[in-house]
């Protein structure tokens, strides 16, 4: 078998250049060798027909929750790799959140060894605190030496300022990524569902978004004096946006990012006590979700993420306020992101350079875009194709999709991770 396959008649979407042309690119082995309108190919080289669609650097989603270790029975690594295939996703960046927490150099290999079972890329995010507790530093220079591309808390935030200020000075040492979970403790941890007039009628306690922007507000006062890069994990209201727009402007080295359920949903997704909907932090009132979409239009938000946390139907299906948070989400990522395009909010490659290029320059990954050399990392989508999202159809052991039934148009047809199929609608 040639280890040249050229795929001609495609859309070429490159985020990182601005290329959107008709052209060929074939890759060589795990690598690009050869991007433009037409390639030369060796003849023994194998020729897949776009037809085309579309084909993007493959997806990098910097927020997934896997079952791996302690939780295998929400989704395991092959499993979570699978999904994330199904949805033209090549690189996986995990959260600490699992059982024993991932917040030393032994959990990162532990995972990464488990990981090459998987078909796409994994990236480990091990914890800012020991255990995931907020009390002592993990050992943040040595695990950056070892190539650990960023560090966060998961779904907590590291709430004490000092070791906060103590976080971003060390950090910056060693041009450590920190990434912040945005909750005050006091104001969200009893609450279910955003604030507000709902939130009384549906008698359920509520979350205010100054529990997010207080956050954010402090940690930016932080970064002032210790010039570490920062970023957001989820930005869901308009006074964060503000206050993250106002210090992109003053220069600071940060970032932003946003789950598809904060631009796509709003609080009355919850009515009827849909448990499928509880995410953290909450969805939001309906001004907020517009404030997200112009923030992901004007820059603001840099990133967009699937916040993919698998819930089992016993941690679902109880009364709303016990639930557990989190939605499944790397197989409807960008077919629901797709919204924003056919809704003319956004042009595709804008859409797309949240999702490929622009991660990958945050974290320094070499993927994220078509050119010679690069990762063979790629994704070929019909943007057009209409459906309904059906949670029977997905591959995630859990079902828990806030997404249900939802019409869309968008769907992956090819998925390739260093030069390989990793996933073919219909094969």
Known sequence: ???????????????????DMTGEIMTCDNLIAGVGEQVTAPE????????????????????????????????TIINTGDAA??????????????????????????LDNRAKKARVNFVAFPAITKQLEGREMTEIGLMSAAGVKAFTDGNKSVANPALMNRVLKYAAMF????????????????????????????????????AETIMLERDIRLLKSAPCRYHAAQITCQDSIDVMAAAKKDGLPLTAGVAVAHFSLNEYAIEEYRTFT????????????????????DGTIDVIVSGHDPEDPESKRVPYEQAESGV????????????????AHMPLLDILAR??????????????????????DLCIFDPDVPYRIDPEQMISLTKNTAFDGRPIQGRILRTVVGGKTIFEYGA
Request: net charge negative.
């Open 1 to 19: 078998m040639s280890l040249y396959i050229l795929y001609k008649n495609a859309r070429l979407l490159d985020p990182a250049t601005g290329m």
């Open 44 to 75: 023994d080289a194998e020729v897949i027909d776009c037809k085309g669609n579309c084909l993007c650097p493959g997806l990098i989603d910097m927020r997934v929750f896997v079952g791996v270790p302690g939780a295998d029975y929400k989704d």
């Open 85 to 110: 295939a199904a949805g033209g996703v090549t690189t996986v960046c995990v959260q600490p959140v699992t059982d024993p927490i991932i917040d030393d150099m032994a959990r990162v290999e532990f």
């Open 175 to 210: 041009d450590a990524l920190i990434i912040q979970h945005l909750a005050v403790p006091e104001l969200s941890d009893s609450g279910c569902m955003n604030a507000g007039a709902l939130a009384t009628r549906l008698g359920l306690p509520g979350i205010p978004t100054a």
């Open 278 to 297: 509880k995410l953290s932090p909450p969805l939001r009132a309906e001004k907020d979700r517009v404030a997200v979409v112009d923030a992901l239009k």
């Open 328 to 343: 499944i989400g790397l197989e409807t990522m960008l077919p629901v992101t797709l919204e924003l395009y056919h809704n």
């Open 355 to 376: 999702m490929t290029c622009n991660p990958a320059r945050i974290l320094g990954l070499e993927g994220g875009i078509l050119q010679e050399g690069a990762p063979a």
